[in-house]
Structures are given as C-alpha cells and as structure tokens.
C-alpha cells in the first residue's frame, strides 16, 4: 500500500528543478560550552610532524592477538550511548586521540558494542555525540537515516559477525533529506537523479506524519522516518528476527537535536 502511495507521489513529482535548494538549513546551534581537550600523550617518535601509521609496529604488541571480547547486553550497550551522549551535550566530551597502543590492538579486530544508522550531516558524527572512539561504534550513514540493501548488510555484517548487541536508527532535527522529502509530497518540488533516490525511502514517514496534521511536518517527519526505520529492521532478516527474540539485540529509534545536542532515545 505504501509502495503505491509512494508511486503516486513519485510520478506527481516530475524530474526536474532545483533540488539543492531544499538542503539549505538553519543552523541554530548554540556555541558549545568551552571544552578542555585531555589529549592523550602520543609516544615521542609520533611528536612533531605527522607520523605515518607504520610507526605503530614500532612498539611492543599488545599480549592479545584479537581484539578484547566485549561481554555488554543490550541494556547495556544503550547505557553507554546515553552516558556518552550526557557527557557530549554538558560540553565535557575529552576529544582525546586514542593511544597508539589501542589503535595497534584494534589492527587485530573490532568488538563494536553499537551500530548507529545515522545521517550524514556533518553535525552528527556519531562518535562524537555518543562520546566514542575508535572500534565503539559500527556506523551506517547516509542522508535521511535510511537503510538500503547494501545498508542492511552493513548492520547484518555487524551483527553476526561482530556481535553488536545494539541497533540505534539516528535522526536529527532540522534533517535536510527529510526536508527534501517533505516538500516533494507538500510542494511537489522536483528532485533529480540519484537526488529522488535519497528522498523516496523517506516519503512514507512524510505522509504517515502529514496524516496525523502536526503543528511542524518535518520535525514529525523526522521522527517517523526514524521509527519507521528501526521497526522494519526488525523483521528485515531472521538473524536480527532471532537476537531480537532471544534478547541478544535491540532495534531503537532515536533524534537528535542540534539545538541541545542531546539524544533522545524512543524505548
Ligand atoms: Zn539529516
């Protein structure tokens, strides 16, 4: 049903103009509060001028030969994004680099306690919000928050593989893709090429919004694309069907919001 709506949509809106436009954003952000970066001391042969990775085989490895099993459930997992999340919005995230020695251990293997579908803004890395370093955080990012075939696979890889216990379906306000969507269903605006593509997996989120005649269309966009997102994960393949029934995973949806640069959290 969704599908024809979509068509409907899609064929109503025609293949030319100006689509960029409809990326344009405010930015209300508010300047962060100072922050005090701890950066962590690098080892004296990495001082200076850039090193090249290379260095890294000059020191000891670590006893380890694969990377550190992660022992985190679900609850868990969701726990450590809401503290980092916290420490990121207070403006007491550390920035640090990671020590040389973590990044050799990770050269073994990754144990990522989370996958994170987001959005490719550039103000929402989700390791920085998260308050996270290198091998924490299996991301999927694409405008808009949405999940292609070679996306599922991405968290599939993700989740049997490497054993994330966790799936987070990251918006954000003010989201440029969802705006784009948005005025293609309101204004029929035309969105070209792979432009359209980007747009059309969130138009059902629009028009499941638009129904329920919301004060802010996109802000309600938003957040139904999201949810919409983390529900039809849940049953996009059995081996998230599984870990889901057993308890070994969890699917949320979340926002975040530029303004505050807090998550919040749909459980
Ligand atoms: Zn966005």
Same mark, same amino acid.
Request: glycine share 8%; net charge positive; aromatic share 4%.
């Given at each position: ?26 930015? =209300? ?5 100072? +922050? ?5 001391? +690098? ?58 020695? +973590? ?74 893709? !969802?705006?784009?969507?948005?005025? !293609? ?33 996109? =802000? ?6 999201? +949810? ?8 996009? =393949? ?17 926002c975040y919001s530029l303004s505050t640069a807090q998550v919040e959290f749909n459980i």
């Amino acid at each position: 049903m969704v599908s024809r709506r979509i068509l409907l949509v899609a064929l109503a809106s025609g293949l030319a103009g100006a689509p960029l436009a409809a990326f344009a954003e405010g930015d =209300d952000h508010p300047k962060p509060a100072p +922050r005090k970066p701890a950066p962590r001391p +690098r080892p004296a042969a990495a001082q200076g001028a850039p090193a090249p990775r290379s260095t890294v085989n000059e020191y000891p490895k670590p006893a380890e030969t694969h990377a550190p099993e992660i022992i985190i459930n679900p609850d868990e997992a969701l726990g450590r994004l809401k503290h980092g999340n916290a420490i990121f919005a207070r403006g007491g995230a550390s920035m640090a680099l990671p020590s040389w020695a +973590r990044i050799n251990e990770l050269s073994n293997g990754q144990k990522p306690f989370a996958i994170i579908v987001g959005c490719s803004d550039s103000r929402v890395p989700p390791e920085l919000v998260f308050d996270c370093t290198l091998g924490e955080l299996f991301v999927v990012r694409v405008a808009g928050s949405t999940v292609s075939r070679e996306g599922l696979g991405s968290i599939l890889y993700a989740v049997e593989h490497l054993g994330a216990p966790l799936i987070v379906v990251l918006g954000h306000t003010k989201c440029g893709a !969802v705006g784009a969507a948005v005025d !293609v269903v309101t204004k029929h605006s035309h969105l070209h090429g792979a432009l359209f593509d980007m747009a059309l997996p969130i138009i059902p989120a629009v028009l499941e919004a638009q129904a329920k005649s919301p004060a802010d269309l996109q =802000d309600a966009a938003i957040r139904q694309n999201v +949810r919409i997102t983390a529900e039809r994960l849940k049953s996009a =393949d059995h081996i998230l069907a599984d870990r889901l029934a057993s308890g070994r995973l969890k699917i949320v949806s979340a926002c975040y919001s530029l303004s505050t640069a807090q998550v919040e959290f749909n459980i």
